[in-house]
């Protein structure tokens, strides 16, 4: 199993600039999170899925969208980036439906908006 | 609102001596807690948790709902120990982990 894995591991973008942050999981995991990691800040929850077809907003939604059209995928979509989006992405999953259980994440996309 | 507070950005010990992460935190509701570590290069990944009440490569945890706290705790510190360690508490109907913003460990020799 590769478990989580995200890509691209870096990527630079200008102002106003839109991409998407991809996270696939090849453990049949319910529950996907995607969390923004800035110094000094820890880790921020953006939005979750708790299964295909049903998203929620985390603490820092602004400026994100998600989807989840399938189980395995849980991509991040920056519609204008920002310099304040500058910021490292990290992608989990656990087992069930809740994250009761361990949260399994993937290695991170280190993301710099000029 | 919740909250988990982690007062120290770094932690510097020596080899063998004890080591103890402090972890605060604020929540209306039952509290359910854990530790993730992240070692140089490697993934965050879970440590422990609170309701399974075990020691992981020698650390352990102890929710105390009286003081609000949920500190990590090593008598002898080891090389490999060296990481950043966050706390974070479940919320959100136990779809949420709010994080703490993590204490970097330095075990010196």
């Known amino acids: 199993n590769a478990g989580v894995t995200q890509t691209p591991k870096f990527q630079v973008l200008k102002t106003g600039q839109s991409m998407t942050l991809q996270c696939a999981q090849d453990?049949?995991?319910?529950?996907m999170s995607w969390y923004r990691q800035d110094p000094g800040m820890g880790l921020r929850l953006i939005h979750y899925?708790?299964?295909?077809?049903?998203?929620d907003q985390g603490e820092v939604p602004n400026g994100y969208n998600v989807s989840r059209s399938t189980t395995e995928d849980f991509p991040l979509r920056l519609l204008s980036a920002a310099p304040s989006q500058t910021s490292v992405y990290f992608c989990?999953?656990?087992?069930?439906?809740?994250?009761?259980?361990?949260?399994?994440f993937g290695p991170g996309t280190r993301l710099t908006v000029l | 609102a919740q909250r988990v507070t982690q007062p120290e950005k770094l932690l510097s010990v020596f080899k063998g001596a004890p080591v103890e992460l402090k972890c605060n935190y604020s929540?209306?509701?039952?509290?359910?807690l854990f530790w993730y570590v992240q070692y140089s290069r490697q993934r965050l990944q879970l440590l422990l948790r609170?309701?399974s009440r075990e020691s992981i490569k020698g650390f352990t945890a102890d929710l105390n709902k009286g003081e609000t706290s949920f500190h990590l705790k090593k008598p002898f510190a080891q090389e490999e120990d060296s990481a950043m360690y966050y706390c974070?508490?479940?919320?959100?109907?136990?779809?949420?982990?709010?994080f703490g913003t993590g204490t970097q460990l330095k075990v010196e020799l």
């Open positions: 929540y209306s509701g039952s509290p359910e």
């Open positions: 899925s708790v299964g295909a077809g049903i998203t």
């Open positions: 609170h309701i």
């Open positions: 974070a508490l479940l919320t959100g109907g136990g779809n949420k982990l709010t």
């Open positions: 989990a999953s656990s087992y069930t439906g809740q994250v009761k259980n361990e949260q399994f």
């Open positions: 453990m049949n995991h319910e529950y």
